[in-house]
């Protein structure tokens, strides 16, 4: 075949990531290790300005070290990066930009770092390229986005560039894969170099040197809710939730947000959920992290699957300690994988419940507000209906089953929902409106230069509102109309309930789009605290048998 | 921090009568609240003392505070709220369970 082959050469990345390598030659200490003093000689020896650059920032564990040592290298030689990263909670994220080592930005999640992020475009610092969903963004490093340069992180490596990256593996195989299959170059911080490691997730062929890092890789507790601050306001939510959407539809898998609201359904489901009847009927394949909170339900026994994005900060033990349930190596501790999770979460499971900041009259929801771009994280992903999904089940089937504008998109072919269930208190924080006019989104979009509200949850895509006014059965709305008449009525004492009329407001629960706590047969008098199956951090310890391994700043007794 | 006092006195569209007994709900912590409902013979009205921290709310509080007195009919009662930045979701809830507590004692 080769006579064929006319242009002279097809191998141009793999000789221009050679010529970095051999620049990089004279750093390698013992066979893919690179001494941490030596780190920022290395990135200037295989970074080039202009490079598209993926520093790996996950929700929880971040390649801190080098985004450290990228921001000491000389600007003179490396300048107007295009940083490509899930997420930029680190200050070093950004000052990458404010030191003009960096460019444009290809983000999903930007978390403590949002109101920079905003600074920074609206000043021209930061060029922004989109907001995506993870796995939006995923693909596109395997598309148009790919990474020349990684800066990834692990646990653990040996001297060939194996990685263990263990409990906590989250983006780390969907980065190297897309960098190195395009001749790109990928380097690792570990915690610890040793001569062998628990398992091998990342094989050392994809892996160009590995650097220990003077101190552990920066990981924090996002999943972990103390019990204590639950509210009796959340428990009669989740109490509503249960009986009426868990329940209603038979919804037997899920993804969690990780407000208190979602806590609060976890730790009731041995008390209120078992004496609903629901074990084995609901939440039996979940795509979560180890939320603490899960605790007493799985030793209840009503989990059979959880697959996680992450891990979570002392729920080490605990994992390992039940492989029924949760995706164990043979070394026996979780691997977990967020391009993975997100696919089952976005593709596989029935619903999505979460919460947010703001929900506007038509049921587009965001937690955008002006002055902060900070993306969503997981939630678009799964709080959308997946329009690629052809396997039926009993809740998705339900859900499609009722909405009554079907017929005018596919006729007389049947099409199941995936349930999207927003979870909101009608008044958030300093008694602002959760339920407004007009989203916040609107004010960033123009204040950032953005082509489009960032919008977290689109109205067509949400099938149910939780309030402590009742549930709103959106996929049951014909049309606009009744939407937002359902939304008023939820809507509580914020401007947009006040509009809701009475005799409509009852004309929406005798049709069943609109249900209170009466209308489902709760006593609000029941939600209280007394239902949580564990109250405290120390709850969940005694439930764990002792495997859960509280965090210092959780460990109140 | 200077604290806000708000009074109120409300009429029940149609009066049922007053709680049984006095009651306390609640903890004034933050984001939550603590009632004391007991009755107390006012011609039919109900009258509410509200001590909070925050400023700018006296319509959203008397709109709360009005739905639950058209919804338990309650008169002759009075009401006293220690308030710590609770949001009107659970300032009802406390509500109700005071008056649930009230008249089951």
């Known amino acids: ?82 940083m490509v ?97 395009k001749d790109g170059i990928v380097i690792a911080q570990v915690n610890e170099i040793v001569d062998e490691l628990p398992r091998v997730d990342i094989p050392g062929d994809w892996v160009d040197a590995v650097i220990e890092s003077p101190k552990p890789f920066f990981i924090e507790p996002l999943f972990t809710r103390d019990p204590a601050n639950i509210t009796d306001n959340q428990i009669l939510l989740a109490m509503m939730c249960l009986k009426g959407i868990y329940g209603e539809y038979g919804v037997t898998s899920m993804n969690h947000g990780i407000g208190f609201l979602t806590s609060a359904i976890e730790l009731i489901l041995p008390t209120y959920g078992a004496e609903l009847g629901l074990k084995g009927k609901i939440c039996t394949h979940m795509i979560i992290n180890p939320h603490p909170t899960m605790i007493p339900a799985i030793e209840e026994g009503w989990v059979e699957a959880i697959h996680c994005f992450g891990g979570e900060l002392g729920m080490e033990d605990y994992v390992a300690s039940r492989p029924d349930v949760f995706f164990i190596g043979p070394d026996g501790t979780l691997r977990s ?184 047969g709760i006593d609000p008098s029941r939600a209280t605290r007394d239902l949580l199956a564990a109250k405290n951090m120390r709850d969940l310890v005694t439930w764990s048998g002792g495997l859960y391994n509280p965090p210092a700043r959780f460990r109140n007794w | 921090m200077a604290l806000h006092t708000l009074e109120l006195t409300l009429e029940p569209a149609t009066a049922a009568g007053p709680v049984k007994a006095p009651t306390h709900i609640g903890v004034t912590g933050s984001s939550d609240l603590e009632v004391l409902i007991q009755p107390e013979d006012l011609s039919g009205k109900v009258s509410v003392k509200l001590v909070t921290p925050v400023t700018g709310f006296d319509a959203l509080w008397e709109r709360v505070l009005r739905k639950f007195i058209d919804e338990t009919s309650l008169s002759d009662t009075r009401i006293e709220i220690n308030d710590n930045n609770a949001t009107p979701a659970v300032v009802l809830l406390r509500l109700h369970q005071a008056y649930t507590a009230a008249n089951a004692a």
């Open chain 1, 85 to 181: 990263q899930s997420a930029v909670p680190l200050k070093s994220h950004l000052d990458l930009f404010d030191n003009g080592i960096a460019k444009k930005l290809d983000f999903a999640f930007g978390g403590p770092q949002a109101a920079r992020v905003a600074e920074f475009i609206d000043n021209g610092k930061i060029q922004l390229g989109a907001i995506h969903t993870y796995l939006e963004l995923f693909g596109r490093y395997f598309l148009d986005l790919t990474p020349r340069v990684s800066l990834v992180c692990a646990y653990k490596a040996d001297r060939k560039g194996n990685l263990y990256t263990g409990f906590n593996t989250e983006d780390t195989p969907v980065i190297v894969e897309a960098t190195k299959f």
């Open chain 1, 337 to 520: 994988n967020r391009a993975f999770a997100q696919t089952a979460g976005h593709y596989a499971a029935d619903m999505f419940i979460g919460g947010t900041l703001q929900i506007d009259k038509y049921g587009n929801s965001s937690t955008a507000t002006a002055g902060r771009v900070a993306g969503f994280g997981g939630a678009p992903n799964m709080g959308c209906d997946p329009k690629g999904r052809r396997h039926p089940s009993g809740a998705w089937l339900k859900c499609g089953e009722e909405l009554p504008s079907l017929d005018s998109l596919t006729g007389s072919v049947p099409r199941g929902k995936r349930l999207v269930v927003q979870g909101v208190e009608t008044f958030g924080e300093g008694r602002k409106p959760v339920f407004v006019d007009e989203l916040d989104a609107w004010k960033l979009a123009k204040s950032a230069n953005l082509d489009i509200p960032p919008v977290m949850i689109y109205g067509d895509d949400l099938t149910h509102i939780v309030t402590e006014e009742g549930i709103a059965y959106l996929n049951r709305c014909k049309d606009m109309e009744t939407r937002m008449a359902a939304i008023r009525a939820v809507a509580g004492f914020t401007e947009i309930g006040l509009t809701a009329k009475p005799e409509e407001t009852k004309a929406l629960r005798e049709a069943g789009i609109v249900k209170t706590p009466s209308d489902l």
């Open chain 1, 1 to 82: 075949m080769t006579q064929h082959d006319t242009r002279k050469d097809w191998r141009t990345r793999a000789a221009d990531t050679a010529a970095r390598k051999e620049a990089a030659a004279p750093l390698f200490a013992k066979g893919k290790e690179v001494l941490a003093k030596d780190t920022v000689a290395l990135l200037e020896a295989v970074i080039r300005a202009g490079d598209v650059i993926n520093i790996e920032g996950n929700n929880q564990k971040q390649a801190d070290f080098l985004a450290d040592c990228l921001n000491q290298v000389d600007k003179s030689k490396i300048h107007d990066l295009h």
